[in-house]
């Protein structure tokens, strides 16, 4: 298996413009995160997915962040607004079950300017 | 509340020493543990685990972890350490049966030649 596949790797974008973050799963992993990692505040877990089903997305940081599972091979992170303060690197993680931990991506490093 | 520390931010090293790195938690409960690595520019990498069963738990890369319920420690061991573990390392606690896992702030570890 490739792994989870994240893109793009690098995003540059100006303030309010939309940005729309990609993810690919490990296929039969049953669980997707999105994670932002950022010096200040570390790992901060932003929502997850069971079987396609947002579960818990208590760490959206703001009406600004959505995120949708359209199937099992694929979830975005759309940040609409962006703002300078969402700058950070995005990861998604895949996981197949409670207590297996995680596969991460290589992760998105957002850029607003 | 749950919470998860790491006291050492920084640990330098020769190469072939040993190393320890700490982490901390506070649980009501036996939660699950993790020990993750990242090397730079790459999401994290799952070393090892814990959430029941034997309190030592091995795994890849060499790398071992003890849990010690009296202590809330989940530390961090390798017996020889190589120039390519140079790296942060986090640990990462969360309650079993739930993905809420909160993760420490990272370890970097320095190797010197």
């Known amino acids: 298996d490739a792994g989870v596949i994240q893109s793009p790797r690098h995003e540059v974008t100006e303030m309010g413009q939309e940005v729309t973050l990609r993810c690919k799963p490990i296929s039969g992993h049953d669980y997707l995160f999105w994670y932002r990692q950022t010096m200040m505040r570390g790992l901060e877990l932003l929502i997850y997915f069971n079987n396609n089903v947002p579960i818990d997305d208590s760490g959206m940081p703001e009406d600004r962040f959505s995120a949708k599972m359209p199937n099992a091979s694929f979830s975005t992170l759309k940040i609409q607004p962006s703002e300078p303060r969402d700058s950070a690197v995005y990861f998604c993680a895949s996981s197949p079950g409670t207590g297996d931990g995680y596969t991460f991506g290589s992760g998105t490093r957002l850029t607003v300017v | 509340a749950q919470s998860v520390t790491q006291p050492d931010i920084h640990i330098t090293v020769s190469e072939g020493a040993s190393l320890e790195l700490r982490c901390n938690y506070s649980?009501?409960?036996?939660?699950?543990l993790f020990w993750y690595v990242q090397s730079p520019g790459q999401g994290l990498q799952l070393l090892l685990k814990?959430?029941?069963?034997?309190?030592l738990v091995q795994g890849i890369k060499g790398f071992e972890a003890e849990f010690k319920r009296s202590q809330s420690s989940f530390n961090l061991r390798k017996p020889s350490v190589h120039w390519s573990d140079a790296a942060e390392y986090f640990c990462a606690v969360g309650p079993s049966g739930t993905y809420k896992y909160i993760f420490g702030t990272g370890t970097r570890l320095k190797v010197l030649a």
């Open positions: 814990y959430f029941s069963g034997d309190t």
């Open positions: 649980y009501g409960a036996t939660p699950y």
